[in-house]
């Protein structure tokens, strides 16, 4: 697995660069932690990534495939964003999950673990989603997830609503995927991380790109 970022820009609504020819490279079991202050743009980065958001410029490729050659709604099974907060969504998390297992792009990957295992709460998935806490939601939402075996996980600080024994344990599961993760934690940073960039606020100065990081 390659996931590759070149010179990605992307322009706010007055016109002025949110970021502007940030570079990446992803690799099989590599976390790239990103950091950076509110508002510099990483959720939109990470949004741009999984092809959810429009970008100005900038090409993108899973293996040497745009998301064109794979068709977006494919390209996002493979490249799958998931948000710090999920969405207020009516039903439980298992009907949730039951209904993404139908839509065809998942069911033609047929490589789906079973995620209460890998949530380690059996209790929750039945309930209502507006009756679980931020924590469970986000191990329930991390949970399926990685249960859809997408090639890349682009991970809204995924464990922000955590106690610090789950953070560890959600850390560990992380370190088998090839993830691109949003932090403001810089210890997490140290514990996971195989590579990290902090994304400033845009500057718009000459020729003055934000990130370059090749593998
Ligand atoms: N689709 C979009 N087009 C243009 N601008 C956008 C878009 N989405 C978000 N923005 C703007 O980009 C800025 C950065 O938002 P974003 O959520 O990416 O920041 P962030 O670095 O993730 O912040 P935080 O750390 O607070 O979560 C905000 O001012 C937001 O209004």
Same mark, same amino acid.
């Given at each position: 697995?390659?996931?590759e970022v070149e #010179?990605?820009?992307k322009l706010k609504a007055d016109g002025t660069f949110l970021f502007r020819d940030v570079s990446l490279s992803l690799k099989d079991k590599e976390i790239l932690a990103i950091s950076g202050p509110?508002?510099?743009g990483k959720s939109t980065l990470l949004k741009c990534i999984a092809?959810?958001?429009l970008y100005e410029e900038g090409i993108i490729y899973l293996n040497r495939k745009s998301p064109e050659d794979y068709g977006i709604p494919n390209w996002r099974t493979r490249v799958m964003y998931v948000?710090?907060?999920a969405p207020v969504m009516p039903g439980s998390p298992m009907e949730f999950y039951q209904k993404m297992l139908s839509f065809k792009h998942q069911?033609? #990957?047929n490589c789906h673990v079973d995620p209460i295992e890998i949530s380690q709460q059996d209790e929750s998935w039945d309930k209502e989603w507006n009756q679980l806490s931020g924590g469970e939601i986000q191990r329930i939402s991390l949970a399926i997830a990685l249960s859809c075996k997408p090639?890349?996980?682009l991970l809204d600080e995924p464990t922000s609503a955590?106690?610090?024994d789950t953070c560890l344990l959600v850390e560990e599961s992380l370190k088998e995927y090839a993830c691109i993760l949003v932090t403001h934690n810089p210890e997490q940073e140290r514990r996971i991380a195989t590579n990290s960039f902090m994304l400033r606020h845009h500057v718009d100065t000459e020729d003055n790109a934000d990130v370059s990081i090749d593998n």
């Amino acid at each position: 697995m390659h996931l590759e970022v070149e #010179r990605l820009c992307k322009l706010k609504a007055d016109g002025t660069f949110l970021f502007r020819d940030v570079s990446l490279s992803l690799k099989d079991k590599e976390i790239l932690a990103i950091s950076g202050p509110s508002g510099s743009g990483k959720s939109t980065l990470l949004k741009c990534i999984a092809q959810l958001t429009l970008y100005e410029e900038g090409i993108i490729y899973l293996n040497r495939k745009s998301p064109e050659d794979y068709g977006i709604p494919n390209w996002r099974t493979r490249v799958m964003y998931v948000p710090q907060r999920a969405p207020v969504m009516p039903g439980s998390p298992m009907e949730f999950y039951q209904k993404m297992l139908s839509f065809k792009h998942q069911r033609s #990957r047929n490589c789906h673990v079973d995620p209460i295992e890998i949530s380690q709460q059996d209790e929750s998935w039945d309930k209502e989603w507006n009756q679980l806490s931020g924590g469970e939601i986000q191990r329930i939402s991390l949970a399926i997830a990685l249960s859809c075996k997408p090639d890349a996980l682009l991970l809204d600080e995924p464990t922000s609503a955590l106690d610090p024994d789950t953070c560890l344990l959600v850390e560990e599961s992380l370190k088998e995927y090839a993830c691109i993760l949003v932090t403001h934690n810089p210890e997490q940073e140290r514990r996971i991380a195989t590579n990290s960039f902090m994304l400033r606020h845009h500057v718009d100065t000459e020729d003055n790109a934000d990130v370059s990081i090749d593998n």
